[in-house]
């Protein structure tokens, strides 16, 4: 069947949960019962496993998903790895710059190729670590102008991929059924998933972040004292039911043409034909699945007397490092919200931090910058680097200091987002020059006229301001 052949009622059927067991079967009785591997599987199946974690992964930590499907995924020929001049530039990024200077970007330019769908239009803009060692991560921008080809799947053996559409609604095909992920809401794509991603509107292209985790999977945060509720809640995310095409092919590799799957495999594409549609899982059961989170959905919560908590308050999902608290990645929202502090600075402190700060703007303003021309703006980004001094631009503080502190709603319309992580994060060659979206002079724009309000030693407990 062809992608436009599903209705909307096939496709977005969707099962909710974090982390929970589910199960899925797009024909009565594909699931066997009581055993995962039977002699011979229901309906003619191939049973497969895909694995999460190690095997010996502990119960809390193992990730598993048997797939029922038409053939198994092994069925290709080999994979071949993409000529340079066909593996987008970008992708792997070149080298890695580490600096200490705040950095900004103007919004990312749209696809410039009407040919751009969403793997040639993926850009390696920063990171850290190694796929190759299963550590670190990886921050990248996409552009796509169309839908990948209806006879194509795109995997990566390197991470998980958080996606965050900025600008255009995607329809993401997965093994595992459909996701309709609309800008505000977010998915995530298991390592080794196979997908192919559609543009929901072949009219509206498509633009936004993505943060590829090289280690472990994304969790729920702890909540600690705030109970048993509250932030991102386990039943909003929402995950696909099966939903399958029958195109089994022709038997062997010969000619074998009619499905391209490419591999992302240590930041290289690789690609293979087969003759046989990878979207064949019939039913699945397991843990390991992709999933989407309305972002409006999230319960925010903040300080009702003075002060406000540190930002991982907004923490909606969590991707621990071995150090209990130390996340690798955290992703993090600063949706509209209710600040109603006493004798506070409102907006987020000034501060330098061990972790590194990458930002983006979904929507709106953001209550600690200005937007406008050469300001934070949506599908632009910011990163203020490990202990990179950063905080509210000159102009915000001045307002935020001499502001009524009547109970106020920020952010309406908006929503800025953070991938924040304990390691030392490097920009590409393609981020940092390629793309020429760096704002020059962004340091000296938000912080080169903050005032001095000292109060000079001596002059009085009354205070004499320098202004
Ligand atoms: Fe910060």
């Known amino acids: ?27 009565p009785g594909a699931l066997p019962v009581g055993q995962n591997s039977p002699q011979k599987p229901p309906l003619g199946l191939y049973a497969e496993k895909l694995s999460g974690t190690a095997f010996t992964a502990p119960r809390h930590e193992n990730k598993q998903t048997w797939l029922y499907r038409i053939l198994p995924s092994c069925s290709h020929p080999n994979f071949e790895e993409l000529p340079a001049e066909s593996t987008p530039e970008s992708l792997t990024g070149g080298k890695l710059h580490y600096i200490p200077n705040q950095l900004r970007w103007d919004p990312f330019d749209h696809a410039s190729s009407k040919a751009t769908d969403f793997v040639s239009g993926l850009h390696h803009l920063a990171g ?32 998980d991929l958080l996606i965050v559409p900025q600008e255009g609604a995607l329809d993401i095909r997965t093994e595992f059924g459909w996701l309709l992920v609309r800008p505000m809401e977010i998915c995530v794509i298991p390592r080794g998933v196979r997908y192919q991603v559609r543009l929901a509107d072949e009219n509206q292209p498509a633009r936004g972040y993505a943060l590829e985790l090289f280690q472990g999977h994304f969790l729920l945060p702890e909540l600690g ?69 309305d972002l409006g959905r999230f319960n925010t919560i903040g300080s009702i007397s003075y002060d406000h908590p540190d930002p991982s308050i907004f923490t909606v999902l969590t991707a621990p490092s071995d150090h209990v608290g130390t996340a690798i990645a955290d992703f993090v929202i600063f ?66 200091r001499n502001a009524e502190l009547k109970p106020a709603k920020v952010g309406d319309g908006s929503c800025a987002f953070m991938f924040e992580s304990c390691l030392m994060v490097g920009v590409t060659e393609w981020g940092l020059n390629r793309c020429q979206k760096v704002q020059e002079g962004y340091s000296e724009h938000s912080w080169g006229g903050v005032k001095v309000h000292w109060v000079k030693r001596g002059e009085g407990s009354r205070g004499h301001l320098l202004e």
Not at 147 to 156: L, P, T
């Open 1 to 27: 069947m062809r992608a436009t052949d599903f209705s909307i009622k096939e496709k977005y059927r969707y099962q909710c949960g974090f982390d929970s067991y589910l199960e899925s079967e797009a024909a």
């Open 335 to 400: 949706p509209p919200r209710w600040l109603v502090g006493e004798d506070t600075f409102r907006p987020p402190w000034y501060h330098r931090n061990t972790m590194s700060e990458f930002m983006g703007l979904i929507q709106g303003g953001y209550d600690a910058k200005k937007g406008g021309s050469g300001g934070f703006i949506p599908g632009g980004a910011s990163l203020h680097n490990v202990m990179s001094g950063h905080g509210p631009d000159a102009e915000s503080y001045e307002g935020a």
């Open 128 to 159: 850290a670590g190694d796929p190759t060692l299963k550590q670190g991560l990886g921050i990248y921008i996409y552009a796509a102008a169309k839908s990948m080809n209806e006879h194509s799947a795109f995997y990566s053996s390197d991470g």
């Open 225 to 293: 004292p705030i109970g048993s509720n509250g932030l991102a809640n386990a039943r909003d995310f929402q995950a696909p039911a099966a939903c399958f095409s029958e195109d089994c092919g022709t038997t062997g590799f010969d000619g074998a043409t009619s499905y391209t799957v490419t591999a992302k495999f240590n930041n290289t594409l690789f690609t293979t034909h087969q003759p046989h549609t990878p979207f064949d899982v019939v039913a699945w059961h397991g843990n390991y699945y992709p999933y989407k989170y």
